[in-house]
Each structure stands twice: as structure tokens, then as C-alpha cells.
């Protein structure tokens, strides 16, 4: 299938489209590769060696692998070397150095048995991502999955396989036995749908929209109940108070939380609620600050926003748009595609005022360089707005206000809430959604629990 550059439009190079078979035989593969014990069968310290050995080929690779990932799939060199292989290095490191810290228990049963809990890789596991940050959100897939015995075939998106191929292939370079990871890259529809569909995959592991997801469950629903969890999509509010310690700085990181990789990010802000007495002067430096952004070449590295991944992914965004300002909304700034000349996918930094809640600009995940800006009065209100849509994966709170900061952390209801910053957490803290922004956790020790089976052993003495 042709690999179009969203920077041009050009083709970049074309790649395998994976067929049913290809799936099959790839799942097979890895199956074997998980049953014979080529790699839970390891000593731990042996897997750990071979992953440190990966993490630091794919750090000594950087700047090649988000070159090609950035040809690939749009987002801002800056951004990409930081969050992709730095990021895929850093997570894959974190997992290789916690695996051997796994225990199991001793349960602390009667005299006369012995119960012995252990913690056993699940299997075979699916991995299906999509083109945001397929080596950050890859990696956050295959540095646990790996770290605790399983086998993976992973599956990249169409429009973002390319960086993700080498990724797999330094891991071969690294020592990975082969078959422990394999990758299928071609469309959802055949290659996911396939993993999907299999009896022999044991947990599928997913980011990306929920439509998938709902397909994904029915899918285990039908084949072999395998565990299915969902990292999906977001409309996360940013809440600004009145009393955030530097209205200034809360302007400047709300901007860089919409639109910095032009909005594509699971966690993006894309709903400011504003606080009434401070809106109209916060409009107006969040105006200021989208007009001055950089938007152009990802590859220049003064860009701060780069392209859209694809043409429909564009056009789907100013669909959004046009269905705003026929419903009279205001269309601040933005609301247009930009640098066409190029060939490439750009589109201005957008705000929109006058929004209702139940707009699709307000309900639903836009996923490109787009913020609704709402006003509120109370706390109270700011708390109906936030959670008066059926996603619920972050959310950022700007205030001094300690209680009212720890209150509101309580109520929003979100699996990330950002205090006086928005996004940048770290790999020691989970992240994960609440109702349609999906269900179990990337990141942290947590993302293990998904991979590791609890087994008892029933001892009579
Ligand atoms: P998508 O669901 O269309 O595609 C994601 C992946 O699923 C791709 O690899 C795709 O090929 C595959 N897929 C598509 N149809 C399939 C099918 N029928 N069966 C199996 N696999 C199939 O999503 P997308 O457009 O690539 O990604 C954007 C979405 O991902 C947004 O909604 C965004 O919010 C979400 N996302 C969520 C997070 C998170 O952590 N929660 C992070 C990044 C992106």
C-alpha cells in the first residue's frame, strides 16, 4: 500500500498490505513462540539484558527514528524526538529494570497447606495502535508485555507503521528471539480484525477510537473471550479559575495542550471552561498565542505544530468547523486549512467560542488543533460542564485554591487530572480512561497486571 507523507502529500515508499493469511501466520508464530518457553523460559535477568540492550539501540537511533516517523506521520520534530523514541526508549528501560522485582505470594493459610500465588506471563498478547505516537503508545504496549514473558504481534496503524517496523527490528538486533515480537502492518479492517478474531491471542491490548474499541469486544465476544482493554479517545476539559497561580503561564501551556502535534493527542485540552470574570482577557491571549504558533514542516525544528496525518483526518476536522459556524458559533481564530500550496495537511489553530454543550464541537473527539472555549460562574458548574460529556480520560485544574483543587480532583471524572500544568506525566504514574475514554492503564508498575496471570498453587502438607 502507498505510505503518503502528510508533510506533501508525496509518497513516501509503499509496504506490505498484510492479508488475512499473513495475520494467521504471524499469530501462529508468535503463539509457538510463547509456548515453547523461548522467552518466558528466560532467566529473568536474561530478558531484562536484552531489553536494556533494545532501549539503548533505539536511544543510539533517535534521531533516525523520528525522522521516519515524523515523514510518516506529521507531528513536529521537537515534539517526536522527545515523546516518540525517547519516550519508547525511556518506557521499554522501565520495564526491563522492574521485571525481576516481580513476586508472587506466600498465602498465609491454615497449618497443614501451602498456598502459593504465582504471577505467570498470560500469553500471547494483540497489540493495536494508532498514528499519533506509534513508538511512545507502541512501546507502552510492548515494554510490559515483553518484560513479563508474553509474546506480541503487534499491529501499527496504515498511516503510521513505518518507525515502528525499525523499532521491531533494532529488537531483533538486540537479541529478541525471533518471533517474540512480530508485526502485521496493513488495514484494521483485515490485520486487526484478524488479531482480533484469533483464539490464539490471549489479551488484546488497544489505543485508538472507540468505534474499534466497541468492534474489539465484540470480537473477543465472539472468538475466545480473551481480555480486551481500551485506551480510547478524550474530550478533556481545562478548567481555568479566576485564581490560577499565572494566568499567563496557564494561557501559554492550555495553548501548547490543544495545539501542539496540531491537536492529535489522546490527552489534548480541547475543551477550555473558563472561569466568567477572567474569559473575555484569557480569549484574547489564547487568540494571541494560537496566531503566533509555528505551524508548518514538522521537520524544521522552529515548527511548533506540524501536520495533520492524513487528508481525511483534515477534512474530518474542518467538517467540525463548517457544522460550528452554520450553528452561528464563533469562529475566533483558525477554522481553516492552511499552506496548501505544499501539498501538505495543515490546518490553523482554532478556537471557538458561543459553543453549546450538546454540540458535536463540545460532545465529540475532534482530535485535531481545535479548542471550545466555555464560560462558567460557580465550582459547581465548572464541574457539570467538565463531566457533561460521555469521555473521560484527563482533565486540568488552574487555581490556588488547595481545598477546592483536591475537591474538584475528586469529582471530575477523568483517569488523569493535570493541577496548575496540563499533560507531561511521567512513566511512574498510570494512564487510563473512564467511561467511553475506555478501561485499564498504560504506564507505571500497574500496566503489568494486565500481562501477568495470578495462578495458585494448593499444597497439602
Ligand atoms: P482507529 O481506531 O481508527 O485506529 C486505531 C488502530 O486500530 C489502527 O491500527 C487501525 O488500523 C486499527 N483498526 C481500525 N479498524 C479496526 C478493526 N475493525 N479491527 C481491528 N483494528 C482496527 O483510531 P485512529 O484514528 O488511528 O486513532 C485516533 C484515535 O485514537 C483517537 O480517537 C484518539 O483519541 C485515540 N487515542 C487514544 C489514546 C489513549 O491513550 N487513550 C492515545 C492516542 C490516541
Redesign the pocket.
Known amino acids: 500500500m502507498p505510505v503518503l507523507s502528510p508533510i506533501d502529500g508525496s509518497c513516501l515508499t509503499v509496504m506490505a498490505r498484510g492479508t488475512a493469511q499473513d495475520s494467521a501466520r504471524a499469530i501462529a508464530g508468535t503463539r509457538r513462540a510463547f509456548d515453547d518457553g523461548r522467552w518466558s523460559g528466560l532467566a529473568p535477568s536474561q530478558r531484562k539484558a536484552i531489553l536494556l540492550t533494545w532501549a539503548d539501540m533505539i536511544d543510539a537511533h533517535a534521531l533516525e527514528l523520528a525522522v521516519l516517523g515524523v515523514r510518516d506521520n506529521g507531528t513536529e520534530i521537537g515534539m517526536a524526538l522527545k515523546a516518540e523514541p525517547g519516550s519508547a526508549a525511556a518506557t521499554i528501560r522501565y520495564y526491563a529494570e522492574a521485571l525481576d522485582k516481580i513476586y508472587g505470594e506466600i498465602a498465609p493459610t491454615a497449618p497443614g497447606a501451602l498456598g502459593l500465588v504465582h504471577k505467570a506471563p498470560v500469553g500471547v498478547v494483540g497489540a493495536?495502535?494508532?498514528?499519533?505516537?506509534p513508538l511512545m503508545?507502541g512501546a507502552w504496549k510492548l515494554g510490559p508485555a515483553l518484560a513479563a514473558g508474553c509474546t506480541v504481534v503487534l499491529?501499527?496503524?496504515?498511516?503510521a507503521s513505518l518507525s515502528l517496523l525499525w523499532l521491531a527490528e533494532l529488537g531483533l538486533q538486540a537479541g529478541l528471539p525471533p518471533g517474540v515480537l512480530n508485526v502485521v502492518c496493513g488495514?484494521?479492517?483485515v490485520?486487526?480484525?484478524a488479531?482480533?478474531e484469533s483464539r490464539d491471542v490471549d489479551v488484546l491490548v488497544?489505543?485508538?477510537?472507540?468505534?474499534?474499541?466497541r468492534?474489539?469486544l465484540q470480537?473477543s465476544a465472539q472468538s475466545n473471550l480473551k481480555r480486551v482493554y481500551?485506551?480510547?479517545?478524550?474530550k478533556s476539559p481545562n478548567i481555568v479559575f479566576a485564581d490560577a497561580p499565572d494566568l499567563d503561564e496557564a494561557v501559554a501551556v492550555s495553548a501548547a495542550g490543544i495545539f501542539r502535534n496540531s491537536g492529535?493527542?489522546?490527552?489534548a485540552g480541547s475543551r477550555l471552561l473558563v472561569e466568567r470574570s477572567i474569559h473575555d482577557a484569557f480569549v484574547e491571549k489564547l487568540k494571541a498565542r494560537a496566531e503566533a504558533m509555528v505551524v508548518g514542516d514538522p521537520l524544521d525544528p522552529a515548527t511548533q505544530a506540524g501536520a495533520i496525518n492524513s487528508e481525511q483526518?483534515l477534512a474530518r476536522n474542518l467538517a467540525f468547523i463548517d457544522e460550528a459556524r452554520a450553528a452561528g458559533r464563533d469562529i475566533v481564530c483558525g477554522g481553516t486549512r492552511i499552506l496548501a500550496e505544499t501539498g501538505g495537511y495543515y490546518m490553523a489553530p482554532t478556537i471557538v467560542t458561543g459553543v453549546a454543550q450538546s454540540d458535536r464541537i463540545v460532545q465529540d473527539?475532534v482530535?485535531g488543533p481545535v479548542v471550545t472555549v466555555q464560560a462558567f460562574d460557580t465550582e459547581e458548574e465548572a464541574i457539570a460542564l467538565a463531566n457533561g460529556t460521555e469521555f473521560g480520560?484527563a482533565a486540568g485544574l488552574w487555581t490556588s485554591n488547595l481545598s477546592r483543587a483536591h475537591r474538584m480532583i475528586g469529582r471530575l471524572r477523568a483517569g488523569v487530572v493535570h493541577v496548575n500544568t496540563y499533560g507531561g506525566a511521567d512513566m511512574t504514574v498510570p494512564?487510563?480512561?473512564v467511561g467511553q475514554?475506555?478501561n485499564g492503564h498504560?504506564k507505571s508498575l500497574h500496566a503489568f497486571d494486565k500481562f501477568l496471570d495470578l495462578k495458585t498453587a494448593w499444597i497439602k502438607l
Open positions: 493495536i495502535v494508532p498514528w499519533n505516537f503508545i499491529k501499527p496503524a496504515e498511516t488495514e484494521g479492517a490485520v486487526g480484525a488479531i482480533a488497544f489505543t485508538g477510537s472507540g468505534a474499534t474499541g468492534r474489539l470480537a481500551l485506551e480510547l479517545g478524550g492529535q493527542v489522546c490527552i483526518q473527539e482530535f480520560l494512564l487510563g480512561g475514554s475506555g498504560d
